[in-house]
């Protein structure tokens, strides 16, 4: 038996799984002590208009997930909008903040364990003093904070009628999925120099921003930083020895049969 070429695929295993884990666990954000989501890219347009109403936050939320058409993506309710930007996460309140991105005012949150990429300035979480001036991008510095897992949510304003779009580049507020009581819906919003995770007293007939979210599960192998449990043992098949590595079958000198 080549024990080397044993090792070697082995090393091999561990590496690919590794990367699995790596690419699961980039832009993940805990909502939660039990979840963690991902974010849509963009904010949801629904007939032709860039907000919605509450009822269409309550369609998509948690318990609609899997409904058709949904695919598994949903609307955070406010308690996750909360512990998300504010009570919940480790360091919650280092991870978000607001900003530019080419002259767009957005709200920035950086997923849990953020790591800066080179080539950005520091993440500047002093938005009550600088407010959307605490962050400055441009295509390219935010193409890097993309890569490293970070997302925004852009200003989209405010509609008593759907039609009429006020603040549109100054405030940012986005339906919870939840009511706060038979006429008003939960909402999180944000404009120049605040950032308020519950606000609740808005009327369900009100037209705010709705951005989307999927859950994510990193393989429960990987998790606190465990090796995977790898399972190999030599045997003879039709007269010759193959290696065997987690059910696959492998030559001695590493080809996959």
């Known amino acids: 038996m080549n024990v080397k070429r044993i090792n070697v695929l082995l090393a091999g295993l561990l590496f690919l799984v590794g990367a699995v884990r790596a690419e699961n666990s980039k832009g993940v954000f805990s909502v939660s002590a039990e979840k963690t989501v991902q974010f849509k890219a963009e904010n949801e347009t629904y007939e032709t208009h860039d907000l919605a109403q509450w009822s269409v936050a309550n369609e998509w939320g948690e318990a609609n997930k899997d409904a058709e058409g949904h695919n598994g993506w949903y609307v ?50 002093a938005y009550m003093s600088d407010g959307f001036g605490a962050n400055t991008y441009t295509t390219e510095t935010w193409a890097l904070m993309a890569e490293s897992g970070a997302v925004f949510l852009p200003c989209g304003g405010s509609s008593t009628d ?54 994510v599960k990193l393989p429960t192998g990987l998790e606190g930083n465990q090796q995977p449990a790898v399972s190999a043992r030599k045997m003879l098949r039709e007269g010759r020895v193959v290696i065997e590595i987690n059910g696959e079958a492998y030559t001695v000198f590493g080809q996959k049969l």
């Open 162 to 215: 759907g039609s009429i779009v006020e603040d549109q580049t100054t405030l940012g507020a986005y339906w919870a999925s939840d009511a706060y009581s038979s006429d008003n819906g939960y909402r999180i919003s944000f404009w120049d120099g605040t950032i308020n995770d519950r606000q609740y007293e808005f009327a369900k007939a009100n037209y705010y921003s709705i951005r989307l979210v999927h859950d």
């Open 76 to 125: 955070l309710n406010h308690e996750e909008w909360t512990y998300l930007l504010a009570s919940g996460r480790v360091d919650a309140a280092n991870l978000n903040s607001l900003g530019t991105i080419n002259g767009a005012n957005v709200l920035i949150i950086l997923p849990d364990g953020w790591v800066k990429p080179a080539g950005v300035d520091d993440f500047n979480t």
